[in-house]
């Protein structure tokens, strides 16, 4: 090579437009500190309070038991790719590339018990036709905005929106943002859908980067057997959930405060329950920092 | 040789164009004036901005109850502080204004206003509690004196990575990795990290990155990544994040003061 075709070369090289993408692969481990109830043992029963969910959102939510996940055909039946989001672990992050180019195919997000991997596509396809069938995988593509890696995922499954029984439909659609910051890995997720919500749902959480390996616990979820007799479904019926007042019980949150919709994510909804709203004596249930180690 | 030696050329180069880069953006190039931190911004961050509240919901929009301490990695010590809380001695002393430090300010319900100060300054105001926190560029040094409640925070652009010669960021792409503030805050007057009563002290550091994000449906959101370090009452850094939605006027802008029981 001589130096002419060096300098050609490489001024081609640094006149091509910047991809600033970043490395995401490795072990992320999730730090629960904020929502650390709902991502461990997971929320309290009826517990909407900041769900901009409409009225069959609540509805649908209101008619929820937990031991439905007892049934041998739903223990698996509610986990689709906002579980990364609302769950417990942290995520093994890697990238599949074309052995010939080098090119990265695709990001994986790794499966956890009981999420499906998170398959991000980076080589353009197409999305599955509206009547493709769904999963819980769904279908995820991804583009580089900068150094930030924005994920779309549609085809899911309904799932958990929270895990005691707000839903999303299989018409939702997650957007996910990879935001690196040094060893910090945040994730600033939308979940859109025209079913259940009136406004886009935001979560944010972050995770870090550590040596100790993830691990990937396939295949997700395993269903078993606990018991609950065949034909049963557990529900509540329309005003007959026997968990209405437990925020109100535990925390003295008003109970409308604690039925959701869009207003109680804003700031001037403190006004509105600010009378109503009891202060405990002492916190009763799930109050303690945990342990060293736990988090 | 001559292979050798135009491998580490190329080598060399290709490492140039890839390196990443953490920036305090506010060189003019080579030869030119000094950019100001506020002309080299990669994103704009001033306006207004609403919190959106549906994480520790009950830690947030309601007093949480007396000893309610779940996710906040706090030593035994920090503990023994926090149950022994007493919000009416607190206002009593004039320190109801506890849980408004810089370390617990973006978690309470509130509207943000972003504006520049001055070319190197940018100031974040919040409505709950009527704070301002200033964002120094450049190389700021603190003034000596007491600590206080919003600390000093030293802050700087980060921006991604671009080889020389490539084109500048379209203004039209959506801000996500344009770049983000980082702000690293000490000096800080002992405060609270949640309305409970769990304490910092003076030598806690809070970091924090700024980042911004256009949604699908033109929502532009703010997404601040907020670290605390505290030897005496953390175990670990304290990791939250906070979102913000951009708003497009000062709708809903409510300054109310520090309250030591709401």
New interface residues.
């Given amino acids: ?1 001589t ?1 002419a075709r ?1 300098i050609f ?3 081609l ?6 991809l ?1 993408q ?1 490395e995401l692969s490795g072990s992320w481990a999730s ?8 991502r461990g043992a997971g929320p309290n029963p009826v ?1 909407f ?4 969910f409409n009225e069959s959102g609540r509805a649908k939510a209101l008619s929820y038991s937990q031991s439905q996940i007892s049934m041998p055909e739903r223990i698996c039946a509610f986990y689709s790719q906002w579980h990364m989001m609302i769950g417990t672990f942290g995520v093994k992050i890697w990238n599949e590339a074309d052995p010939v180019t080098g090119k990265t195919v695709a990001w994986i997000v790794g499966a956890w018990e009981d999420r499906a991997p998170m398959r991000i596509w980076m080589d353009g396809r197409p999305s599955p036709s509206k009547n493709a069938p769904h999963s819980q995988e769904g279908f995820t593509s991804g583009v ?5 890696l ?1 994920a ?1 995922t549609t085809h899911m499954m309904t799932g958990y929106l929270r895990r005691n029984g707000v839903m999303t439909s299989d018409q939702a ?1 997650m ?1 996910t ?1 990879f ?1 690196r ?1 040094g060893d ?1 890995l ?1 994730l ?1 997720s ?1 979940l ?1 859908d025209p079913i259940y919500l009136t406004e ?7 995770f ?1 980067l550590t040596t100790n390996p993830m691990n990937l616990g396939g295949p997700p979820c395993l269903i078993g057997d606990e018991g609950v007799e065949e034909g049963r479904v557990p529900h509540n019926l329309p005003g007959k959930n026997p968990f209405l007042d437990e ?1 109100f019980k535990l ?3 008003p109970v409308e ?1 604690e039925m959701g919709g869009a207003e ?7 006004d509105k ?2 009378d109503k ?1 009891v ?6 249930k ?5 342990a ?1 180690g736990q ?1 | 040789m001559r ?1 050798g030696n ?1 491998s580490r ?2 080598l060399a ?2 490492l140039f ?1 890839i390196l ?1 880069l953490e920036a305090q953006r506010g060189g003019g190039g080579r030869g030119g004036p000094a950019q100001s931190a506020q002309a080299a911004a990669p994103v704009d961050l001033t306006g207004y901005w ?9 830690f947030r ?14 030593t035994a010590e920090a ?1 023994r502080v926090a149950d022994a809380w007493n919000p009416a001695k607190d206002e009593a002393s004039g320190d109801e204004c506890k849980a408004y430090g810089a370390p617990a300010l973006l978690r ?4 943000l206003h972003i504006a520049w100060q001055d070319a190197q300054t940018l100031r974040l105001e919040t ?2 509690g009527k704070q301002t926190r200033l964002f120094h560029f450049g190389g700021w040094k603190a003034p000596s004196g007491p600590s206080a409640l919003q600390g000093d925070s030293a802050a700087m652009w ?1 921006v ?8 500048p ?1 379209d203004p039209n ?2 801000p ?5 503030l ?1 702000v690293t805050t000490t000096h800080l007057k002992p405060g609270y990290l949640r309305k409970n009563g769990v304490p910092y002290t003076e030598n806690a550091v809070l970091t924090e ?1 700024y ?1 911004m ?1 256009k ?3 033109g ?1 532009i ?1 703010l ?1 601040v ?1 907020i ?1 605390t370090t505290d030897p005496q009452y953390l ?2 850094p ?6 913000f ?1 951009k708003q497009a006027s000062d709708s ?1 802008w ?1 300054p109310t003061p520090c309250s030591a ?2």
């Fill in positions: 090579m130096c060096i070369t490489l001024s090289c640094t006149g091509l437009p910047a600033a970043v730090k629960n500190h904020e929502d650390a109830l709902e517990d309070a900041g769900i901009p580089w905005d900068g150094d930030v924005t779309t659609t957007i943002h935001i910051h910090m945040t600033a939308a859109e886009p749902y935001y979560i944010t959480r972050t870090v925020m925390y003295g949150i405060a109680t994510m804003y700031p001037a909804y403190r329950i600010k709203f202060m405990p004596t002492k916190c009763q799930n109050c303690g920092a945990p060293a988090n | 292979h135009a050329l190329a180069v290709a164009t990443p609403v919190s959106i509240v549906n994480e520790d919901w009950r929009m309601v007093m949480p109850a007396p000893g309610d301490y779940q996710g906040v990695p706090m503990r309470a319900p509130e509207h409505d709950a980060e991604p990575a671009r080889g020389r010669g490539a084109a960021p792409a959506p996500q990795g344009k770049g983000s980082k990155n980042d994000i949604e699908h449906n929502d959101m997404v990544t670290v175990r670990e304290f990791i939250i994040t906070s979102h939605k809903g409510n029981k709401w």
